[in-house]
Nanobody, 121 residues
Framework: QVQLVESGGDSVQAGGSLTLSCTAS????????MGWHRQAPGKQRELVAA???????FYAESVKGRFTISRDYAKSAVYLQINPLKPEDTGVYYC???????????????WGQGTQVTVSS
């Protein structure tokens, strides 16, 4: 059983900042990539930032320069710093992890339950 638990969502004013956290727990053998998706009201879920196990992070064009993704490999955690926040950042942010639960197993994707970010102008 694998769980991803997010935290850090809040209602904030535009121009402010937030840090979202996500920790994976359970029977985990290895974690490849971790990332954050966002689902704005009335829109499809979109990838906003991802951090592979090796290499450079990915950012959607709309968030470059404002979002920073980082990982704590020892804690199986991923973080997303957002600064400055804009009203269009409003949405539910979902943590994602591509991981294996046993040796020589193909990786599978797991999702957290989401954390709400609301940005007012």
């Amino acid at each position: 059983q694998v769980q991803l638990v997010e935290s850090g969502g809040d209602s904030v004013q535009a121009g402010g900042s937030l840090t979202l956290s996500c920790t994976a727990s359970g029977t985990i053998f290895s974690i490849n990539g971790m990332g954050w998706h966002r689902q704005a009201p009335g829109k499809q879920r979109e990838l906003v930032a991802a951090m592979p196990s090796a290499g450079t992070p990915f950012y959607a064009e709309s968030v470059k320069g404002r979002f920073t993704i980082s990982r704590d490999y020892a804690k199986s955690a991923v973080y997303l710093q957002i600064n400055p926040l804009k009203p269009e950042d409003t949405g539910v942010y979902y943590c994602y992890a591509d991981l294996t639960t046993a040796w020589e197993q193909a990786p599978s994707g797991y999702w957290g339950q989401g954390t709400q970010v609301t940005v007012s102008s």
